[in-house]
Structure formats: C-alpha cells, structure tokens
C-alpha cells in the first residue's frame, strides 16, 4: 500500500460522529480501522463528548429556565 495517504482529522472526526451515534456499518468499521491515525480518533472523541455535554447543558438550562 505505497503512496496510500492516511485519512485527514475531518474523516476521523466524521467516523467518531457516525460511531458515537450509533448509524456505523460494520462494513466501513472494518475498512476504517487499519486507516485511522489512533492520536486523530482520540482527540475526534474527546471533542465530540465535550460538545455533547456542552449541548445537554444547554438544553437543560433552557428548559428550567423561568
């Protein structure tokens, strides 16, 4: 596989984001999983958890608001 570029922090990102939902087909999984740079998919996590805590605050802090 010489002169394959490995996949960029977007396409990681968009992996995590599929994966964190849940909507991942095996298929792509297995595809993904010897291509993906780990420090990329690491940080793809950390952010999207942050973000997702990050809503739920503000979700809930629109709904108890008076």
Do not use: C, T
Not at 18 to 28: A, E, Q, T
Not at 36 to 61: D, E, K, S
């Amino acid at each position: 596989m010489k002169g394959e570029r490995k996949p960029s922090f977007l396409y990681s990102l968009k992996a995590v984001l599929w994966s964190f939902v849940g909507l991942r087909r095996k298929s792509d999984f297995d595809q993904d999983s010897g291509r993906l740079n780990p420090l990329h998919v690491i940080a793809a996590g950390l952010l999207a958890a942050a973000l997702f805590v990050i809503v739920l605050i503000v979700i809930v802090r629109l709904v108890v608001s008076p």
